[in-house]
């Protein structure tokens, strides 16, 4: 079981910026494949980033230009830039990680380990 813990959120303005981090504990090839989500009023979990073990990333579509996501790997970190923030951001974000390389890395049930959530609200 991995521990992930998300810090970085917070109330911003529109257009403005926020960086996320998602510490993991325990055994590094346990986060080979990592991500973060979101989920809005509507509880829907929606998937925005993923990186692999390669470093090679993907986005959603509706963060894609906006967000970097990154990874430490010597410190177990993982970070989400967002940029250009507007209020449809605003949500719980979640990371999740998974050992196993994902068929659907946007599809929530293919991840095992999740944070508790660290929450995001963009004003206009």
């Known amino acids: 079981q991995v521990n992930l813990v998300e810090s970085g959120g917070g109330s911003v303005q529109a257009g403005g910026s926020l960086r996320l981090s998602c510490a993991a504990s325990?055994?590094?090839?346990?986060?080979?494949?990592m991500a973060w989500f979101r989920e809005g009023p509507d509880n829907e979990r929606e998937g925005l980033a993923t990186i692999d073990e390669e470093a090679d990333t993907r986005y959603a579509d509706s963060v894609k230009d906006r967000f970097t996501i990154s990874k430490d790997t010597g410190a177990n970190i993982l970070y989400l830039q967002m940029d250009n923030l507007k209020p449809e951001d605003s949500a719980m974000y979640y990371c999740?990680?998974?050992?196993?390389?994902?068929?659907?890395?946007?599809?929530?049930?293919?991840?095992?380990?999740w944070g508790r959530g660290t929450p995001v609200l963009v004003s206009s």
């Open positions: 325990r055994y590094a090839q346990n986060n080979r494949y």
């Open positions: 999740a990680s998974h050992r196993r390389r994902p068929t659907d890395p946007f599809r929530r049930s293919e991840y095992t380990s």
